[in-house]
């Protein structure tokens, strides 16, 4: 599903996202289509469930965001540095 398309759907609410199907470009992450994991009424229970299903699948492109959100933009981060041995 489309951003726009989500956000009629679930108003005012906060949302579980999977990205279904995204690429990057200019260090910013383009979701092109989403799936919607889990609707709340708040952003700690989103957090929550963020933290449960990215503990049990790191490897799911998760997030969360509000709809109160007209764009999504996503920074791209990269990590540098040494993990500990």
Do not use: C
């Amino acid at each position: 599903m489309k951003w726009q398309e989500i956000r009629r759907h679930y108003p005012d609410r906060w949302l579980l996202v999977e990205a279904l199907r995204a690429h990057s470009k200019n260090n910013k992450r383009i979701l092109e289509d989403l799936a919607v994991v889990g609707a709340f009424e708040d952003s700690d229970a989103a957090m929550k469930s963020y933290a449960g299903l990215h503990r049990e699948a790191p490897q799911r492109e998760l997030y969360v965001f509000d709809t109160d959100r007209e764009e999504l933009e996503v920074q791209e981060r990269r990590w540098l540095g040494i993990r500990g041995v």
